[in-house]
């Protein structure tokens, strides 16, 4: 069928082949990187998040640049308030706690693993509604629940109430998609 020709001709692209593979690959990963593992393994453990989309909340926060800073004051990896970073690092017990060690990659994925854990906890396990509540606050997303008609398992991405959180959401949901993935078949 194939000459000794043809068949380098098939082995070249086949080569060919796999090193685009491999280098779209290794790409993907560029885009979804996976910085501060010990620490993202360490708090998801401790906090029962998953490690992944701690890692899917830091992309769409601070894309991993530690020293981020918002328009409102969000600061660190996880773009934590400083009035949330104070309120956690009571309920937590954090000695020596100021808001500058929200800067600090450790202390910032510590204490939003745990202040995420927590939302997931006050809305039974609804990511959809966690997430919203990470980016808008769990007080509005409280008071737009209890001005919704239909049950909590009615809702869907459409129906929160900022256009700013729907994106948000999407926005982590995907990243969580991707993370998973690229590094569930390969863990932490």
């Not at 769409?60 to 009035?83: D, N, T």
């Not at 409280?142 to 008609?149: A, M, S």
Request: some cysteine.
């Amino acid at each position: 069928m194939f000459g000794c020709k043809g068949l380098r001709i098939v082995l070249r692209i086949l080569i060919w082949g796999i090193i685009v593979l491999v280098g779209c690959y290794a790409a993907v990963r560029l885009l979804f990187p996976l910085h501060y593992r010990s620490q993202l393994e360490l708090y998801g453990k401790q906090y029962n998040v998953d490690p992944l989309l701690l890692a899917a909340v830091i992309r769409a926060e601070s894309k991993f640049y530690p020293r981020a800073k918002s328009q409102v004051g969000a600061l660190g990896l996880m773009q934590i308030v400083p009035q949330t970073g104070d309120w956690a690092a009571r309920e937590m017990g954090l000695v020596d706690f100021d808001i500058d060690k929200l800067f600090d990659p450790a202390v910032n994925i510590q204490v939003g693993a745990w202040y995420l854990h927590g939302l997931v906890e006050e809305f039974d396990g609804d990511l959809v509604l966690a997430l919203a509540a990470y980016n808008c606050g769990r007080g509005n997303v409280k008071k737009w629940l209890e001005t919704k008609q239909e049950t909590r398992a009615g809702i869907d991405l459409n129906g929160l109430p900022y256009a700013e959180t729907r994106s948000y959401v999407r926005k982590v949901l995907r990243n969580y998609y991707w993370y998973q993935r690229i590094y569930r078949s390969n863990p932490l």
